[in-house]
């Protein structure tokens, strides 16, 4: 009887959790569509905030919202990093095909994750910006999620934790509901 208390104490627990996830995403979701009705005209604050609600309930440090005009990035909104770090975001970025953001520009995928940026064939290449993002920042899990209109890339988010800890499966859904 002990363990059938404990086992429905712990499936109470586990609902208890989700419900409380599904309400901040929703919580989330509505701040963000004030902002959008509060700033006709003006995208700024709209993507300022949806980066601070993705990282916030992600549980990421840093992050950036950028456009995609089918050459480069350029950042519309950018987080958790300042000084000459912000920067480096700030600068619109030429985009190599076999990059996470080529490969989504060709429809390769919804989200790219990466576990750990530093177990990766890029990173261990020393390639400068991957090992400069790594050592400036210490970010170790990435995820790019795209934003699309039709079937055409138009802008990603990167969102960044400095452990190794992959995104949950919500955490991708919250992330892509932003982007659409």
Known sequence: N?????????????????????????TATAE???????????LAPV????????????????????????????????RGASGPLAEMFYEPVPIEPESMIGR?????????QVPDIVDTDTYRAGVPSR??????TGARTAAWVPLRKDTVLIGV?????????????RQIVLLQNFAA
């Open 157 to 169: 988010f990167v969102i960044y934790r400095r452990e190794v800890r992959p995104f949950t499966d």
């Open 47 to 78: 993507f300022d905030a949806m980066l601070d609600k993705a990282l916030n309930l992600c549980e990421a440090p840093l992050g950036m919202l950028y456009r995609f005009d089918g050459e480069a990035i350029h950042p519309l909104a950018v």
């Open 104 to 112: 989504l520009s060709r429809g390769e995928g919804d989200v790219v």
């Open 2 to 26: 002990f363990a059938a208390q404990a086992v429905i104490a712990m499936e109470n627990a586990r609902l208890l959790t989700e419900t409380r996830e599904a309400l901040q995403q929703q």
């Open 32 to 42: 963000v569509l004030q902002v959008i009705n509060s700033s006709p005209g003006d």
């Open 131 to 136: 090992v400069k993002l790594v050592e400036l």
